[in-house]
């Protein structure tokens, strides 16, 4: 079982910055794969960036070169590193966690296991 905390949400200008924090609580963190998606308004839930559990990443098309995710397994946390933002970013951010079992990453929410409760993220024009 992994619970997720995610942190760092908040009001931002178009054009600043934000870091996302995600905090798993279980062991082996650094065998799971993880995830953030982002929810607007009235919309459907969507991939942002995702990293395996080697270290492998993938981004939405949305927030390539503009967003990047890492983690520390020391700390059994995972970032996201959001530069440039713009109002369509705005939503709230979830992080999601799977185990990890492939060497490339999961871009697909259905796949994911286990969520946080989301941050909010709203980017001003």
Do not use: H
């Not at 908040?10 to 799971?32: D, E, M, N």
């Amino acid at each position: 079982q992994v619970q997720l905390v995610e942190s760092g949400g908040g009001l931002v200008q178009a054009g600043g910055s934000l870091r996302l924090f995600c905090i798993a609580s279980g062991r082996a963190f650094s065998s799971y794969d993880m995830g953030w998606f982002r929810q607007a308004p009235g919309k459907e839930r969507e991939f942002v960036a995702a990293i395996n559990w080697s270290g492998n990443t993938a981004y939405a098309d949305s927030v390539k070169g503009r967003f990047t995710i890492s983690r520390d397994n020391a700390k059994n946390m995972v970032y996201l590193q959001m530069n440039s933002l713009k109002p369509e970013d705005t939503a709230v951010y979830y992080c999601a966690a799977k185990w990890g079992t492939r060497n490339i990453p999961v871009i697909a929410s259905y796949e994911y296991d286990y969520w946080g409760q989301g941050t909010q993220v709203t980017v001003s024009s």
